[in-house]
């Protein structure tokens, strides 16, 4: 039972006495409890933050970069315990836990850098002896609110950019997989010399505390990953308050595979790409549109792909655990359920898995869908599962017209030979990501950023330059130094 939140560079006690209980996914045993903090501890971590942030902020970014890269020693030399704390609440085989951690360090060395990167602008002014400069400083408190399926990779991937840019923080897991962060939290109270308030962490069900980790009047800005549907409502809570929110929110990724694409390696990329961490990734390629010259042979090899994924207890590493959580597991299958009434045939899949093993847990077949149309749900709603619906296109326009016929607008892919055809997707498909002749997987010094309803778009996505400085913000300097008296 780990019964304390992170408030002040102290464990404190939550107000009232609920907890969350948490799962194993793949055996639905209890792996244990946190307390269920509330708005009380909510203005409590938000005001050591803002009372914290002063003297964080004029630090020097190098300095604060230094304390950063203390974290992610913390986050190397835990490592295994960190991962197999990943394994056991996620569901994720052993070797992409320790892969999590690794993208985690990936991103952190990168916010460890941003400490002396953090650039403004000198402008030629239109006095002479004057120039304007833009300094770049910290929004001030940032909410950090992050989802379940990267719970330590997408903790550090906000934490540490807000920090290293001069914020204080005050963080949130999902109720789902709250035991990894709350480790790792407590390793940093042990082993790295944070100031008191400059990082808070919080335990506690969204739909109580997460308003109020918008709305307190010391917080100055929320980064949130998750779905649209609470994006939307931070995004409105946001707008009340007046403060930026940046928002990573769902995805439907659509795969165009041209007829001159090496089918062999596009079949490699996309089954990695819809089943890793088993479909729950809001970069999955969750639709394929497929040129009608090659869809029988791609399709047949696809399917083969499929039935070669092996599923299992994530402690012996397969390539799929089970699903997070039952409400997880009853949606994959909703969708399937719906499609196949609709009219699509099942490949293969279309159900758990069979087997004594799998009697307990969140377990689903990876599935392969045909004669899927546009206009079916499993083609418009986002699928967080291992389920490939696939539609055969002839023609560009058509295959840009069905990528594009989505809410969403987060990661897209292509495979082709032809250059042209990479330059026209460039120009017309509208997502704000697109893998061209690979898998999934973001990198450090990327931007991840969803178009339409998949984030906010603007330049406020995660990683790289921009991810960084949308942690801060503007001020410009008009500086006159003339010198009238003429004595220098
Ligand atoms: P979610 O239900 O939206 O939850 C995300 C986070 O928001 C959790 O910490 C959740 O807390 C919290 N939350 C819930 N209600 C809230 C409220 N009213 N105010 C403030 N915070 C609130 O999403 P999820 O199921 O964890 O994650 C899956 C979704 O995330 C998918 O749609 C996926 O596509 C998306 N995602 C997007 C990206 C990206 O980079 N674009 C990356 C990963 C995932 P509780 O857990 O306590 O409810």
């Given amino acids: 039972m780990v019964d ?15 907890t969350i209980t948490v799962y194993d996914p793949s055996t639905e045993n209890v792996l244990g409890e946190v307390p269920a ?10 005001e050591a933050a803002a009372a914290a942030q002063s003297d964080w902020g004029l630090r020097s ?20 315990e960190l991962a197999s704390l990943l394994t ?45 400069t833009i300094e770049r400083h910290p929004h001030g408190v940032v909410s950090c609110i992050v989802p379940w399926n990267f719970p330590v990779w997408i903790f550090i991937r906000k934490v540490a950019p807000a920090l ?45 505390l997460g308003d109020s980790m918008v709305s307190d009047g010391n917080v100055d800005m929320v980064s949130m990953t998750g779905s649209t549907g609470v994006g939307r409502q931070i995004a409105q809570t946001a707008a009340e308050s007046l403060i930026p929110a940046s928002l990573e929110l769902g995805g439907k990724a659509p795969a165009i595979v041209w007829k001159d694409a090496d089918l062999d390696a596009a079949v490699e990329d996309l089954i990695t790409a819809r089943v890793s961490n088993t479909g729950q990734i809001c970069t999955c390629a969750e639709r394929i549109y497929v040129h009608s010259e090659v869809a029988e042979e791609f399709t047949e090899k696809y399917v083969a792909a499929a039935e070669d994924i092996t599923i299992g207890d994530p402690r012996d590493d397969p390539d799929i655990g089970p699903q997070v959580s039952e409400g997880e597991l009853e949606s994959t299958h909703q969708a399937v ?40 749900e499993i083609i418009q709603e986002e699928v967080f599962g291992p389920v ?35 330059n026209r997707i460039a120009d017309e498909l509208e997502f704000g990501e697109t893998y061209i002749n690979r898998t999934l997987g973001e990198e450090a010094q990327g931007h991840h950023i969803g178009w339409n309803n998949s984030g906010l778009g603007g330049n406020d ?26 004595t220098q």
Avoid: C
């Fill in 337 to 376: 359920e719906t499609a196949t009434a609709e009219g699509a045939r099942v490949l293969t899949g279309g159900n758990p898995p069979e087997g004594e093993e799998f009697e307990n847990g969140y377990w689903y077949t990876p599935t392969v869908l045909t004669d899927v149309t546009q206009d079916m």
């Fill in 461 to 486: 996505g995660e990683d790289g330059k921009y991810g960084l400085l949308k942690y801060t913000k503007i001020k410009t300097l008009y500086q006159n130094y003339e010198d009238p008296a003429g």
């Fill in 37 to 46: 903090a509330g708005d009380t501890e909510v203005a409590a971590a938000a």
């Fill in 388 to 422: 490939s619906p696939i539609i055969e296109i002839d023609s560009m326009d058509q295959a840009l017209e069905y990528a594009n016929d989505s809410e969403y607008g987060l990661s897209s892919y292509l495979f082709t030979n032809n250059y042209r055809l990479v």
């Fill in 61 to 80: 970014a190098p300095e604060r970069a230094e304390l950063i890269d203390d974290i992610l020693t913390v986050v190397r030399e835990h490592r295994d």
């Fill in 164 to 208: 290293v840019t001069g914020n204080t923080v005050v963080a949130k897991p999902s109720s789902n997989t709250p035991l990894a962060t709350h480790r790792l939290v407590e390793l940093i109270d042990e082993e790295v010399d944070l100031p008191d308030g400059v990082l808070n962490f919080l335990t506690g069900h969204g739909s109580d």
């Fill in 88 to 132: 056991a609440e996620v569901g994720k085989p052993t070797s992409a836990a320790q892969d999590e951690l690794d993208f985690a360090l990936e991103i952190g060395d990168y916010a460890v850098g941003g400490g002396r990167r953090i650039e403004g602008d000198v402008l030629p002014a239109n006095s002479q002896s004057e120039k304007v």
């Fill in 4 to 18: 304390q939140v992170y408030i002040d560079g102290s464990w404190e006690t939550v107000a009232t006495d609920e």
